[in-house]
């Protein structure tokens, strides 16, 4: 299989993790007889001190030439403690979004035994946790007009979807529970919201094209209680972009860290994918940052977009053992790990890699 692979490595510790996505990809690539080609380009606030635009014209240009992106992260310290600046690292990702129709964010909460202590949540409540979320990408308040009075005393910013953006996500969601456990839940405000009213009766239009799968509507507030209360209950989760974002930082609770969760922006052309971690700027640098959430999207990469199962299966297989032998990044060690076994970024990438090839 011959595929080319941009890689954005933006902001933070994105160029550090992004190095240890894009080696594995060259190792798998080696080790099934593939022909992977890269090339990189700028986004976030890399870019905007290189050309003063988040999402440079050639970034763009080379993201709709790839069959698939790797990225990283995008934000920076300066611009959250500076909320009047114009300019932001998150713009980029947002264009992006829109300009590739991404409108499907998939995030796995994919939970290893072996982590179970690495959780806030007590071990027995966590145990069997496997939920995948659908979280829609390119409407809600994110997209909306945006206001602010003359006298800056008042903002507003508007929550809007159209019906056919909820059509879609919610048929990718529907088709995904087919081949899961059949389950879905929809997350929403229906009992405030216009827009969530909108989105759960649409919902039940098309969840009467899958007589299959059991639907469930579930309104945010108690969605997130529920979601530490007892994950299990969740197979497929489908939610809105404002709700989505929320309830799958929450969720990375069960998976012990953010630097273990991995995601899909899909459409119908390209795929971008990521970890959900963030540009964690006080430890970039540092060689603290966990890699494996972006080794992780790699291996949603090689499945979604290219249809490599087998190439997958070995990644997260590799993790697993990496785990069960005791090594550790800091943020997912506890009490019961040996210090010499909690490694740096570098160290963590070095011995996945090393896994791989055995």
């Not at 932001?88 to 990702?93: C, F, H, I, V, Y």
């Not at 977009?305 to 990496?322: H, P, Q």
């Amino acid at each position: 299989m011959k595929k080319h692979i941009l890689v954005i490595p933006g902001d933070g510790i994105g160029p550090e993790v992004t190095t240890w996505g894009k080696a594995v990809l060259e190792q798998i690539a080696t080790n099934f007889n593939h022909e992977f080609t890269f090339d990189e380009a700028l986004m976030g606030h890399a870019a905007i001190e290189a050309t003063g635009n988040p999402l440079p014209d050639e970034t763009l240009e080379k993201a709709r030439k790839s069959d698939a992106i790797l990225f990283g992260a995008v934000g920076h310290a300066l611009y959250d403690n500076d909320p009047s600046l114009k300019v932001r690292p998150e713009q980029g990702l947002l264009k992006i979004r829109k300009e590739l129709g991404l409108y499907a964010n998939l995030r796995p909460i994919l939970l290893f035994d072996e982590l179970l202590n690495a959780s806030s949540i007590k071990a027995h409540i966590l145990k069997g946790t496997d939920i995948l979320f659908f979280r829609e990408l390119t409407g809600d308040v994110y997209f909306g007009e945006k206001k602010r009075s003359e006298d800056r005393h008042t903002a507003s910013d508007l929550m809007i979807y159209n019906k056919y953006e909820v059509e879609r996500i919610a048929h990718k969601a529907y088709e995904a529970a087919l081949q899961r456990g059949r389950k879905l839940c929809s997350v929403d405000k229906a009992n405030v919201l216009e827009s969530s009213r909108l989105w759960r009766e649409t919902v039940q239009e098309i969840a009467k094209l899958y007589p299959e799968v059991e639907t469930q509507h579930m309104f945010v507030d108690n969605a997130a209680m529920q979601l530490i209360k007892d994950p299990k209950q969740f197979d497929v989760v489908l939610t809105a972009n404002l709700f989505g974002d929320i309830l799958t930082d929450e969720a990375s609770q069960i998976a012990g860290s953010m630097g273990m969760l991995a995601s899909a922006s899909v459409g119908d052309g390209t795929g971008f994918f990521e970890p959900i971690h963030g540009s964690a700027h006080d430890i970039a640098g540092k060689n603290l940052a966990n890699p494996l959430a972006s080794i992780l999207s790699v291996a949603l990469m090689l499945e979604i977009s290219f249809g490599l199962k087998e190439e997958a299966e070995l990644i997260i297989s590799t993790i697993d053992r990496v785990l069960k032998e005791g090594f550790r990044t800091g943020d997912i060690a506890d009490d019961t790990i040996s210090p010499y076994k909690v490694l740096g970024t570098e160290e963590m990438g070095k011995l996945v890699l090393k896994f791989i090839t055995q």
